[in-house]
């Protein structure tokens, strides 16, 4: 193990710390940061150095290697960079998430070391609040691929439970923190490669009633938007949030007729509205969503009006 991966860690801290190595250089330590960890953002620190080590290590590797022969683009780019296929990760209550960061490596024939992370703050020095390596570098298991003569393909996955690794306070902006070390060009060290938000699951129920219902009538439609609970494992009603109504014929497209804002209190969440019955219809609320929690439409309910 190299000098840069012997950083003791502090005492009491809960963390869960594998030995792993890069794969050129061997060298590297993983580690996963649970909540106690991150709780006083000593964890997180202690995983941002872990990070950089391996960095350094690879580095290092490739000084150690024989030089590469001249090429002709002699540098080491990144692209591609991707979580779950697009900009947002969404966690339930109970079941565990497993988030994906894909990323491409363009320049050099050989590979000494890769990874992302992923991390919460306004800045790494003074800012960090979460940091969390991947599975692939706690596991000692190489993220990339070679896809072409100087092409490479990555990919990096982070299990979170709700249960144990996360609080409401994690829902929101998160970044990705790369680096990538070929045998040509500089390393490619990157504290934010890509923002992406991480969410809170939302639901929402739908129902109007009564049904059947004579012609002239009221119809009352409710609904209640609910959003993951990461610190009670449970939904709650998700207050004071815009939700459209929306209404279509039997055979039409919904659209939206009213705008209106959840209740609170003892009705958190909840929404209910009123229509007198004409004629045979059907309606559903819809969430836009935020950048804590994503958005969501109901299913419609159809109102037989006689």
């Known amino acids: 193990m190299s000098q840069h991966a012997r950083k003791k860690l502090t005492p009491g801290k809960k963390v869960t710390l594998g030995v792993g190595a890069l794969a050129a250089s061997g060298l ?16 997180a620190a ?17 000084d150690a290697a024989p030089r590469a022969r001249a090429m002709a683009a002699a540098e080491t780019t990144v692209s591609g960079i991707s979580v779950n296929g697009g900009s947002s990760a969404r966690v339930g209550t109970t079941n565990t998430q497993t988030i994906t960061v894909k990323w491409t490596i363009n320049g050099g024939t050989k590979l000494y070391g890769s990874h992302a992370s992923i991390w919460r703050g306004t800045d790494q020095e003074s800012g960090l609040k979460r940091f969390i390596n991947s ?32 609080t409401n306070e994690d829902a929101g902006a998160w970044k990705i923190n790369l680096s990538a070390t070929t045998d040509v ?24 009633a009564p049904e059947p ?3 002239g009538r009221t119809i009352t439609i409710t609904g209640k938007l609910e959003r993951a609970n990461w610190d009670t494992h449970k939904y709650a009603g998700y207050t004071k949030q815009t939700v459209r109504l929306q209404e279509r014929s039997l055979t039409g497209s919904y659209a939206t007729t009213s705008s209106h804002s959840t209740g609170t209190g003892s009705l958190a969440g909840v929404e209910k509205q009123t229509r007198k019955a004409t004629t045979d219809r059907c309606y559903r609320y819809k969430f836009e969503g935020t950048t804590t929690t994503p ?6 309910d159809c109102v037989d009006v006689r």
């Open 28 to 43: 590297a330590v993983g580690l996963l940061v649970t909540p106690s960890a991150s709780a006083g953002q000593t964890g």
């Open 46 to 62: 202690e995983a941002l150095e872990q990070s950089r080590a391996a960095a350094a290590d690879a580095a290092e590797a490739k």
């Open 135 to 166: 599975e692939e570098f706690d596991a000692d298991t190489d993220p990339c691929v070679q896809s072409g003569d100087t092409t490479f393909s990555c990919a990096a996955t982070f299990k979170l439970d709700p249960r144990s690794d996360l």
């Open 185 to 208: 060009g500089a390393q490619v060290r990157l504290e934010n490669a890509k923002s992406w938000n991480l969410q809170r699951w939302s639901r929402l129920s739908n129902n109007a």
């Open 213 to 215: 219902i004579a012609k």
């Open 295 to 300: 958005a969501v439409t109901a299913t419609g």
